[in-house]
């Protein structure tokens, strides 16, 4: 599913019509009709429509006149009068009135009451105020009708963005419609990928209004929601004459006194995706400890310099970070494993803490490096609020992916995964997984396929979905899902994805 922001979506009705020759009521017409379909209209029977002066506004109108021809009851409100009307929505506007629908006007506190009055009434309330072209704050009577709306409704569906929402950022513009279902046209709207962008939105459906793909291309800015196909259409069929050298050896450096914990989930992750070979190198107090624990994977210790750099050497993938401790050493050995590294590197953890003053040693790394933080981690290396980031992860995670050329996972609610160019938005997962271990888990599904040789952004894109879709089915039967959970069913989830 492709995603795309206000301006995107402008530039592409744009083209269609001024270049196709599209007629945007054509657009308009279509747009109403997916609205339609999804009414439930054998169970609702009257309907407030409350419509702006732009396009969105036209959109309602011509729903209004659907749902009339369809014998339901229909209350239509338009917001200002009717000289100010642009374009089609003018012609859709006067289209009711000659078929003699009446068109309430809300322009003071007197026309609101009878919104108020209408809204308790109907079934349902179709927001068409304010699509994706707003620009600024919601005030005056905009912003009373959009509380009417709130407070009165019984159920409210909004025409494309719910009106007064930030469609590139997912903020409320001042005030905004906290509607129960968003019907959006053709692509998924980057706004409804930030958090707490649901408590508006609802539930998201995306409707084809019958834009050509080649437009969409055209436009489009190579971002993307990951979906269940995509997975299947990527993950390798087994040759039945392979072996384990055929999947990757992967170094796995982690742990910590007290942590050994990390060490061990990140090692188990690489072996139960599908690892051929899983090495983990650790502090030599924890390795007597996970040599007997780890009875797939084997162990080296920090310390064994050589052993380490022939591990370094050999290994098609290393994932280093987990439980290692924010500290000198840390950075140390992190260091040391970009700089004679053969293959590509996974940062998670305390591996990416102690890059915080040191972030050049990222830049042309030609093995490639995928770097895994949360949002406080992602605040440590780039000096960044939290909230900002929240509000602007893909934009975050792509000036950062694209300045020191390497892939981020931002993880989270809708994980982003980017390596500058094309993003990509893992939806599995939920907060059933919020607990301890989760991410050392996903590092070492990373790491995995990146040594059964899928490249990066395959890798990190298969594996952050993976991880989350067991996640899911877990939580389908379990009220907490843990890294122990997810490390059990990954064979199973993999297995079902393939097929």
């Known amino acids: 599913m492709k995603i795309a922001s ?26 109403a ?4 379909e999804n009414l439930e209209l054998d169970k609702w029977f009257s309907f407030t429509v409350v419509c702006g002066k732009g396009n969105n506004g036209g959109d309602g109108l011509a729903v209004a006149r659907h749902l009339f021809v369809l014998g339901k009851k229909v209350e239509v409100f338009l917001i200002g009068t009717e000289e100010n009307l642009i374009g089609d929505t003018k012609t859709n506007y006067f289209i009711l009135k000659n078929m003699g629908i009446k068109i309430n ?14 809204a308790v009434r109907c079934d349902v309330v179709v927001d068409s105020i304010f699509g994706t072209g707003l620009s600024k704050k919601i005030d ?43 019907v959006t046209f053709q692509l998924y709207k980057k706004g409804f990928l930030s958090y707490g962008s649901d408590k508006y939105t609802g539930e998201i459906i995306v409707e084809d209004i019958g834009i050509p793909e080649f437009v969409i291309d055209k436009f489009h800015e190579n971002e993307f929601i990951i979906d269940k196909k995509m997975i299947k259409d990527r993950l390798i069929t087994r040759d039945k004459y392979s072996h384990k050298g055929d999947y990757g050896r992967i170094l796995i450096v982690a742990g910590s006194k007290g942590f050994s914990g990390a060490a061990y989930i990140a090692a188990e992750g690489a072996v139960r995706s599908g690892a051929g070979l899983v090495t983990l190198c650790c502090s030599e107090e924890l390795q007597i400890g996970l040599s007997m624990k780890l009875t797939e994977a084997m162990t080296i ?22 439980g290692m401790g924010n500290n000198e050493d840390t950075f140390e050995v992190v260091k040391y494993a970009l700089e004679n590294a053969k293959c590509p590197v996974v940062i998670d953890a305390d591996g990416i803490n102690v890059l915080k003053e040191s972030l050049f040693i990222l830049k042309n790394r030609e093995q490639g490096v995928i770097l895994t933080p949360h949002l406080g981690e992602m605040a440590r290396i780039t000096g960044l609020d939290i ?35 094309t993003t990509i ?67 199973y989830v993999i297995k079902e994805l393939q097929q």
């Open 6 to 31: 206000g301006y995107i979506m402008r530039e592409i009705d744009k083209y269609c019509i001024d270049i196709l020759k599209i007629p945007s009521i054509v657009l308009m017409e279509n747009a």
């Open 33 to 36: 009709l997916k609205i339609i």
């Open 105 to 118: 006007k809300i322009s003071n506190l007197e026309d609101i009451n009878e919104l108020r009055d209408s």
């Open 140 to 182: 005056g009577i905009y912003d009373d009708a959009i509380s009417i709306i709130n407070e009165n409704s019984k159920y409210i569906l909004s025409v494309d963005v719910p009106s007064g929402f930030n469609s590139d950022n997912g903020t409320a513009m001042g005030n905004c419609v906290r509607a129960n279902k968003t």
């Open 301 to 322: 210790s920090f310390n064994d310099r050589d052993r380490l750099k022939g591990a370094l050497l050999k290994c098609n993938s290393i994932a280093i970070g987990p």
């Open 387 to 421: 909230d900002y980031i929240k509000e602007n992860r893909i934009k975050v995670s792509e000036e950062f992916a694209k300045e020191y050329g390497v892939v981020i996972i931002l993880k989270g609610y809708n994980t982003i995964i980017t390596d500058g160019t």
């Open 425 to 491: 938005i893992n939806p599995t997962g939920n907060s059933s997984m919020a607990s301890g271990g989760m991410g050392d888990c996903l590092t070492g599904i990373i790491a995995s396929f990146i040594g059964q040789g899928y490249k990066l952004m395959e890798a990190a894109a298969l594996s952050t979905y993976i991880h989350g879709y067991a996640g899911d089915r877990l939580s389908e039967e379990m009220f907490c899902v843990n890294a122990s959970h997810i490390l059990e069913s990954l064979p």
